[in-house]
T-cell receptor, first 113, second 115 residues
Framework: QKEVEQDPGPLSVPEGAIVSLNCTYS??????FMWYRQYSRKGPELLMY????GNKEDGRFTAQVDKSSKYISLFIRDSQPSDSATYLC?????????????FGKGTKLSVIP | SAVISQKPSRDICQRGTSLTIQCQVD?????MFWYRQQPGQSLTLIAT?????????ESGFVIDKFPISRPNLTFSTLTVSNMSPEDSSIYLC????????????FGPGTRLTVT
């Protein structure tokens, strides 16, 4: 079993839809959870950063962490064509060497006008 | 956050040659990292670039193949040595801007093709 599983998609939705992106993980030591957005031929851009369980909202984006289920989600409300990108989840454990991020493979999202 | 630039943005190289990739940050940072992103694969950490000392390599990566320099707190280089087609990938540098946060920010990447 891989440490981080992420459905690669592709996921195609109409403009204005609510998008749900998910990752599951196996390492219970993970406490820091991140979502990155990567446009084609660009570097990953940090979107959301959360610590431990709970929700965090930033504009149209909501990150949710359920540590009991080892499951994290990113919700995008009122999706726009500019949201079309690959979304990567990443996570890290606390403690020495915790800078090491473990990434999912990414989900490719297309928002159709 | 931090503004990170990489040079070159892309290159096509012949088998057996070496390429050095530069990473420049607009502010001093404590931690700098090098990643590889292969098609259809997760980002994989190659090494941590340590200022003033040897880089710390992850399992599967060695200094002879991927020598790294970090002469100061804003600059690092990664060399891909004796290249083969299997080294074709996107190489990314990232930085951690705060010692109390594990947020990492990435450069735009260098797209390398080895023929």
């Amino acid at each position: 079993q891989k440490e981080v599983e992420q459905d690669p998609g592709p996921l195609s939705v109409p403009e204005g839809a609510i998008v749900s992106l998910n990752c599951t993980y196996s390492n219970s030591a993970f406490q820091y959870f991140m979502w990155y957005r990567q446009y084609s031929r660009k570097g990953p851009e940090l979107l959301m950063y959360t610590y431990s369980s709970g929700n965090k909202e930033d504009g149209r984006f909501t990150a949710q962490v359920d540590k009991s289920s080892k499951y994290i989600s990113l919700f995008i409300r009122d999706s726009q064509p500019s949201d079309s990108a690959t979304y990567l989840c990443a996570m890290s454990a606390a403690g020495a060497g915790s800078y090491q991020l473990t990434f999912g493979k990414g989900t490719k999202l297309s928002v159709i006008p | 956050s931090a503004v990170i630039s990489q040079k070159p943005s892309r290159d096509i190289c012949q088998r057996g040659t070496s390429l050095t990739i530069q990473c420049q940050v607009d502010s001093q940072v404590t931690m700098m990292f090098w990643y590889r992103q292969q098609p259809g694969q997760s980002l994989t950490l190659i090494a941590t670039a340590n200022q003033g000392s040897e880089a710390t390599y992850e399992s599967g990566f060695v200094i002879d193949k991927f020598p790294i320099s970090r002469p100061n707190l804003t600059f690092s280089t990664l060399t891909v040595s004796n290249m083969s087609p299997e080294d074709s990938s996107i190489y990314l540098c990232s930085v951690e801007v705060s010692a109390t946060s594990y947020e990492q920010y990435f450069g735009p990447g260098t797209r390398l093709t080895v023929t």
